[in-house]
């Protein structure tokens, strides 16, 4: 990124939208201004100038919610950056996840891909800490062999389900399968981003160089 095209406000500030590199949620707005840009393409953790302190503050230093990132994108007129992040806990100090979570519209379903990254981030947690009486916990502790036999069972029922062209069963029954599917991704350490770049490598548009 060449910081050198970066339009700063009169103020040597830049507004900085920080988005959740996985699922695209954004998480918050900040400003920065070029010393908290220039450290945060060095250490990769989310770095912005504080307004109201008149200092730089990384984020995650004292909550020890931090962000990894990812990436940096300039807007196209260059007085807009987007920092694209792994989060480590909530972005808001509310101890919510993301700081816009007041909505001024009806709410809507949310892209599968940011249900299916908070439904693993959810399994990632249980099998972090077994909480009692958890049905992660619960099939965790029947074993590795248990969790496989339950991916074969829900995959049958999908198939009986589009069989008999039930569409709302097979809804049921193929949210079944990825929530099974997404807690041995988790048990073994793989990721929905890891999936993610397969299948953008093989499906990606053909500019951008497809297979």
């Known amino acids: 990124m060449n910081l ?11 507004p900085v939208i920080v988005q959740d590199a996985q699922t695209g ?11 908290a840009l220039e450290q945060t393409l060095q250490t990769r953790q989310s770095t912005f100038w504080s307004r109201s302190r008149g200092a730089l503050w990384v984020k995650g230093q004292t909550s020890g919610h931090t962000q990894r990132v990812v990436e940096v994108v300039l807007d196209c007129d ?8 792994i989060p480590e806990g909530p972005a808001c100090h509310t101890g919510a996840e993301s700081c816009f979570h007041h909505p001024l519209t009806p709410a809507t379903d949310p892209p599968l891909g940011e249900v299916l990254q908070r439904v693993y981030r959810t399994i990632q947690q ?17 074993g590795l062999d248990r969790l496989l036999k339950k991916i074969g069972e829900e995959a049958g029922e999908v198939i009986i389900a589009a069989k008999n062209q039930r569409p709302e069963e097979l809804v049921w029954e193929a949210s079944d399968l990825l929530f099974h599917l997404l807690f041995v991704l988790a048990e073994q350490g793989v990721t929905p981003a890891d999936l993610a770049r397969t299948l953008w490598s093989r499906h990606k548009p053909k500019d951008q160089g497809s297979a």
């Open 4 to 14: 050198a095209a970066v339009r700063f406000d009169t103020n040597g500030l830049v």
């Open 25 to 35: 949620q954004v998480l918050t707005l900040a400003y920065a201004n070029l010393e």
């Open 78 to 85: 260059q007085d807009a950056v987007v920092y694209k992040v």
């Open 126 to 142: 249980r099998l972090e800490t077994l909480p009692e009486g958890s049905y992660v916990a619960k099939l965790h502790q029947a």
